[in-house]
Nanobody, 123 residues
């Protein structure tokens, strides 16, 4: 069992930056890959980024590549998502997730989720 809690969301102007954090409570965090997803109103949950548990390798959605950076700190049981050059279309609730049992870019593959944090980008 892993409990996740996101923080750091808020309102930012287009072109601005925001950093999200994901705090994990559980003994196996360092053994799990961590992903960020987002969900805009009326849309499904969309993959944003993932970081591996072992080699810290990362993958990004095309829409976030070059603008977002995912990182993790296993000693502190945390993960982060640094977002820059934000666009209005980045507006969504952002979720962190751990423990994937399938494709990393499928929300259905992930078992544990946080409650989400709202990011709103104004134009």
């Amino acid at each position: 069992q892993v409990l996740l809690s996101e923080s750091g969301g808020g309102l930012v102007q287009a072109g601005g930056s925001l950093s999200l954090s994901c705090a994990a409570h559980g003994q196996m965090f360092s053994s799990y890959s961590v992903a960020w997803f987002r969900q805009a109103p009326g849309k499904g949950r969309e993959f944003v980024a993932v970081i591996n548990w072992n080699d810290f390798g990362t993958k990004y959605a095309e829409s976030t590549k070059g603008r977002f950076t995912i990182a993790r700190n296993n000693a502190e049981n945390t993960a982060s998502l640094q977002m820059s050059s934000l666009k209005p279309e980045d507006t969504a609730v952002y979720y962190c997730a751990v423990y994937s049992t399938g494709r990393y870019d499928y929300a259905e593959s992930w078992r544990y989720w946080g409650q989400g944090t709202q990011v709103t980008v104004s134009s």
